[in-house]
Nanobody
Framework: QVQLVESGGGLVQAGGSLRLSCAASGLTISSYTMAWFRQAPGKEREFVAAVRWSGGNPYYVDSVKGRFTISRDGAYNTVYLQMIGLKPEDTAVYYC????????????????????WGQGTQVTVSS
């Protein structure tokens, strides 16, 4: 059974840093486009970042460019989201997702592009 398990969330002050991890089982991340989404209270789930298996440049929502970095470690079958310069508006539940076809369609930001989802990890940024 495919599982994506996020970890690394927590409470930090504005300007702080966190690294989120997404450990995959039942699939090999080198065969998938991997992404991070987030959902704040009362808001829709939104795209944050994605990286194709082909090794092309990653994609980010404008609000996190220059602050967040998505990466992968094939040896550990794990995807990361390094977050620096955190802001209160980054507060959300962060979800890991995997797609078979987003790397081909180039549709990275749509929830419907993704086949598998984790259950999320909470990130809270205090002002």
């Amino acid at each position: 059974q495919v599982q994506l398990v996020e970890s690394g969330g927590g409470l930090v002050q504005a300007g702080g840093s966190l690294r989120l991890s997404c450990a995959a089982s039942g699939l090999t991340i080198s065969s998938y486009t991997m992404a991070w989404f987030r959902q704040a209270p009362g808001k829709e789930r939104e795209f944050v970042a994605a990286v194709r298996w082909s090794g092309g440049n990653p994609y980010y929502v404008d609000s996190v460019k220059g602050r967040f970095t998505i990466s992968r470690d094939g040896a550990y079958n794990t995807v990361y989201l390094q977050m620096i310069g955190l802001k209160p508006e980054d507060t959300a539940v962060y979800y890991c997702a995997a797609s078979q076809y987003a790397g081909y369609t180039r549709i990275y930001g749509a929830r419907s592009s993704y086949d598998y989802w984790g259950q999320g990890t909470q990130v809270t940024v205090s002002s």
